[in-house]
C-alpha cells in the first residue's frame, strides 16, 4: 500500500513536469534560460516555544531551467507567454539538530505581470517535492513537530524584479514563501513555512526571436456546456505519532461544472467523505476522551462550490465546502481543497488535491473522475 501511494504521487508529480516542461515536437528548436539564486530565509513558527517569525540565519541556493512559450498554445497567449521551468533548490535553516536542510525539485511557471524597458515584474509559483534530513522522532527529535516524513509536498510563491543587462544577461531581487507539507500522511505534521529574499542571475544562450512568437489575439471563445461529473478517490491518514500504520479514507464527489470563460471553470456539487472506524477512534485518543464512550461513524457529508484556471490540460483547482452532515464535530464545519486536475482526455482526468481547515491539512486524495 505505502508502494501504491508514493508512486501514485510520484506519476502526477511526472505529469506536471512533463506537461510544463517538455517540448513540442513539431518545433525545431527550443528557446532555454538558466538561473541561480541565493536566498537568506525567516521561519514562522512551528514550535509554541517560538516567536511568531523566527530568524535562525537560514540560507538556501536555487538553480533552475525555464523554456519560453510561444503562443502555440491558447493559454500561453491569455497569460502573456508565460516561462515554464524546473527548479532544484538547497536550503539551510541553522538548526542542524531539530529541521536539518531541504532538498527540493519543483516544477514551476513563469509570469510577466509588467514590463518596461529592461526592467521585468515577474511572479513564479510551482508545485513539487522536498526531501527534508530530519524529521520527527519521538525519542530524537521531538522538538520538530513541523516535519514527520522524509518526502513531503512542497508550493513555492516568488515575486520578482529582473533587469535585463544585455540579450544574455539578467539580474533579479526576490521575494518569496514556502511551504512543505506532508497533507498528514504521517503524523505530526504541523508543517514548514519560511520567508526568503535573495539575488539572483539569469543566462540566455539565445534569445527566442520575435518573429518566432505567435501574436495572434487569444481565442476567446468556449463552449458554454453544462457538464455531469463523478469521481472518486482514495486518501491515507496517519492520525498519531505513537500509532503505526495509515487509515483509509474514502470519497465521492458528484458535481455540475460549466465554463464561464476560456479559461475558468465553476464547480457546484456534493462531497461524500468515509473515514475508516480506528482514524475516528485515534481522533479521539488526540483530544484526550474516550472513544468507546463516543460516536465512531466517520461518514461526511458536504455542499462545495469551486473553480479550475485552466493551463491546457491541466487545471488549478480550488474549492471551499460546507457539512450538511457530520455525525463527529472534530474540526470546523467547513473545509477547502487546493490541488490540481490533469485532463487524459476530455471526459476522463486525474485528480490530486489537498482537503484541509483553514491551515490544518486533513488528507491528500487521488482521485480519478469522469466528465459526462
Same mark, same amino acid.
Given at each position: 500500500?505505502?508502494?501504491?501511494?508514493?508512486?501514485?504521487?510520484?506519476?502526477?508529480? !511526472?505529469?506536471?513536469?512533463?506537461?510544463? #516542461?517538455?517540448?513540442?515536437?513539431?518545433?525545431?528548436?527550443?528557446?532555454?534560460?538558466?538561473?541561480?539564486?541565493?536566498?537568506?530565509?525567516?521561519? &514562522?513558527?512551528? /514550535?509554541?516555544?517560538? *516567536?511568531?517569525?523566527?530568524? +535562525?540565519?537560514?540560507?538556501?541556493?536555487? @538553480?533552475?531551467?525555464?523554456?519560453?512559450?510561444?503562443?502555440?498554445?491558447?493559454?500561453?497567449?491569455?497569460?502573456?507567454?508565460?516561462?515554464?521551468? #524546473?527548479?532544484?533548490?538547497?536550503?539551510?535553516?541553522?538548526?542542524?539538530?531539530?529541521?536539518?536542510? @531541504?532538498?527540493?525539485?519543483?516544477?514551476?511557471?513563469?509570469?510577466?505581470?509588467?514590463?518596461?524597458?529592461?526592467?521585468?515584474?515577474?511572479?513564479?509559483?510551482?508545485?513539487?517535492?522536498?526531501?527534508?534530513?530530519? =524529521?520527527? *522522532?519521538?525519542? =530524537?527529535?521531538?522538538?520538530?513537530?513541523?516535519?514527520?516524513?522524509?518526502?513531503?509536498?512542497?508550493? =513555492?510563491?516568488?515575486?520578482?524584479?529582473?533587469?535585463?543587462?544585455?540579450?544574455?544577461?539578467?539580474?533579479? $531581487?526576490? $521575494?518569496?514563501?514556502?511551504?512543505?507539507?506532508?497533507?498528514?500522511?504521517?503524523?505530526?505534521?504541523?508543517?514548514?513555512?519560511?520567508?526568503?529574499?535573495?539575488?539572483?542571475? /539569469?543566462?540566455?544562450?539565445?534569445?527566442?526571436?520575435?518573429?518566432?512568437?505567435?501574436?495572434?489575439?487569444?481565442?476567446?471563445?468556449?463552449?458554454?456546456?453544462?457538464?455531469?461529473?463523478?469521481?472518486?478517490?482514495?486518501?491515507?491518514?496517519?492520525?498519531? +505519532?505513537?500509532?503505526?500504520?495509515?487509515?483509509?479514507?474514502?470519497?465521492?464527489?458528484?458535481?455540475?461544472?460549466?465554463?464561464? %470563460?476560456?479559461?475558468?471553470?465553476?464547480?457546484?456539487?456534493?462531497?461524500?467523505?468515509?473515514?475508516?472506524?480506528?482514524?475516528?477512534?485515534?481522533?479521539? !485518543?488526540?483530544?484526550? =476522551?474516550?472513544?468507546?464512550?463516543?460516536?465512531?461513524?466517520?461518514?461526511? $457529508?458536504?455542499?462545495?462550490?469551486?473553480?479550475?484556471?485552466?493551463?491546457?490540460?491541466? @487545471? &488549478?483547482?480550488?474549492?471551499?465546502?460546507?457539512? &450538511?452532515?457530520? +455525525?463527529?464535530?472534530?474540526?470546523?464545519?467547513?473545509?477547502?481543497?487546493? %490541488?490540481?486536475?490533469?485532463?487524459? #482526455?476530455?471526459?476522463?482526468?486525474?485528480?490530486?488535491?489537498?482537503?484541509?481547515?483553514?491551515?490544518?491539512?486533513?488528507?491528500?486524495?487521488?482521485?480519478? %473522475?469522469?466528465?459526462?
Amino acid at each position: 500500500m505505502n508502494f501504491f501511494k508514493y508512486t501514485f504521487f510520484q506519476v502526477f508529480i !511526472l505529469i506536471f513536469s512533463q506537461y510544463t #516542461c517538455a517540448q513540442d515536437l513539431k518545433k525545431s528548436k527550443t528557446y532555454l534560460e538558466y538561473g541561480l539564486n541565493g536566498y537568506y530565509g525567516a521561519l &514562522f513558527k512551528h /514550535r509554541l516555544d517560538q *516567536e511568531k517569525i523566527y530568524f +535562525p540565519g537560514a540560507f538556501g541556493v536555487e @538553480a533552475n531551467i525555464q523554456k519560453f512559450t510561444d503562443g502555440r498554445n491558447n493559454w500561453e497567449r491569455f497569460y502573456n507567454y508565460p516561462k515554464v521551468g #524546473c527548479a532544484v533548490m538547497y536550503f539551510n535553516y541553522n538548526m542542524p539538530d531539530e529541521l536539518g536542510k @531541504a532538498y527540493s525539485l519543483i516544477p514551476y511557471m513563469d509570469f510577466t505581470l509588467s514590463k518596461k524597458g529592461k526592467r521585468r515584474f515577474r511572479i513564479k509559483s510551482g508545485f513539487g517535492a522536498v526531501y527534508s534530513t530530519k =524529521t520527527h *522522532e519521538l525519542i =530524537t527529535n521531538e522538538e520538530n513537530s513541523a516535519i514527520s516524513s522524509k518526502v513531503s509536498i512542497a508550493v =513555492t510563491l516568488d515575486f520578482q524584479y529582473d533587469f535585463k543587462i544585455s540579450d544574455h544577461f539578467s539580474i533579479n $531581487a526576490n $521575494a518569496g514563501f514556502r511551504h512543505y507539507s506532508n497533507g498528514r500522511l504521517r503524523a505530526p505534521n504541523n508543517g514548514i513555512n519560511y520567508l526568503i529574499v535573495g539575488l539572483g542571475a /539569469r543566462y540566455t544562450p539565445q534569445p527566442i526571436p520575435k518573429e518566432n512568437f505567435y501574436l495572434g489575439p487569444p481565442d476567446k471563445t468556449y463552449e458554454n456546456k453544462l457538464y455531469f461529473n463523478v469521481m472518486g478517490a482514495t486518501a491515507w491518514r496517519h492520525v498519531r +505519532p505513537l500509532e503505526n500504520g495509515h487509515h483509509n479514507a474514502y470519497i465521492i464527489s458528484v458535481y455540475a461544472s460549466k465554463m464561464v %470563460g476560456p479559461l475558468s471553470n465553476l464547480v457546484l456539487g456534493i462531497d461524500g467523505f468515509k473515514y475508516h472506524t480506528e482514524s475516528m477512534r485515534q481522533e479521539y !485518543l488526540n483530544r484526550m =476522551t474516550s472513544p468507546e464512550e463516543n460516536n465512531l461513524d466517520g461518514r461526511q $457529508a458536504g455542499i462545495t462550490f469551486g473553480h479550475e484556471l485552466l493551463f491546457g490540460k491541466l @487545471a &488549478f483547482v480550488t474549492q471551499i465546502g460546507i457539512y &450538511f452532515y457530520l +455525525p463527529v464535530k472534530f474540526d470546523l464545519p467547513y473545509y477547502q481543497r487546493v %490541488g490540481f486536475r490533469y485532463y487524459l #482526455c476530455k471526459n476522463a482526468f486525474l485528480n490530486t488535491t489537498l482537503k484541509a481547515y483553514t491551515s490544518k491539512a486533513d488528507m491528500l486524495e487521488f482521485g480519478l %473522475g469522469f466528465r459526462l
